[in-house]
């Protein structure tokens, strides 16, 4: 298996962790200008949280990490790195939904929320998905 160089991988997780966090700072924008209050109840008994921008892009540039170093570790482990991390992160997507489904919010709130986990996964499965040349 050809390994890619270093600047190469390093330069197409950059654009995975940017490309992710820039689409999940252009829908907080647009929540923010159609007066979609991003305001989420667990149910837990504590507090309703307000989901801000610093928020969302930290935890959108952790799980672009995390998807990154996956990606890496099946390269080491696996021929068919791509289609083994492309599956896992559908399945990741298809999970990331389910606390949608569990907390308070209004239906715009739900809506933009998951809309930001569907464009963050198109920008990882599409940057990171694809077969190394």
Avoid at 35 to 49: C, E, I, K, M, T
Avoid at 92 to 102: K, M, N, R, W
Wanted: net charge positive.
């Amino acid at each position: 298996m050809k390994e890619l160089p270093t600047a190469t991988r390093i330069q197409r997780g950059a654009l995975a962790g940017g490309g992710a966090v820039l689409a999940t700072a252009l829908l907080w924008t647009t929540a923010q200008i159609l007066d979609v209050d991003l305001r989420v109840d667990p149910g837990n008994g504590q507090p309703p949280q307000v989901i801000g921008l610093p928020f969302a892009a930290a935890v959108t540039l952790a799980v672009a990490l995390l998807a990154w170093g996956t990606r890496a570790l099946l390269e080491r482990l696996t021929r068919r790195a791509a289609v083994a991390w492309t599956v896992l992160a559908a399945i990741v997507l298809l999970a990331s939904f389910q606390p949608l489904f569990y907390v308070e919010a209004t239906g715009a709130t739900k809506a933009i929320l998951a809309l930001m986990h569907i464009a963050v996964a198109a920008v990882l499965i599409s940057v990171l998905g694809r077969r190394r040349r």
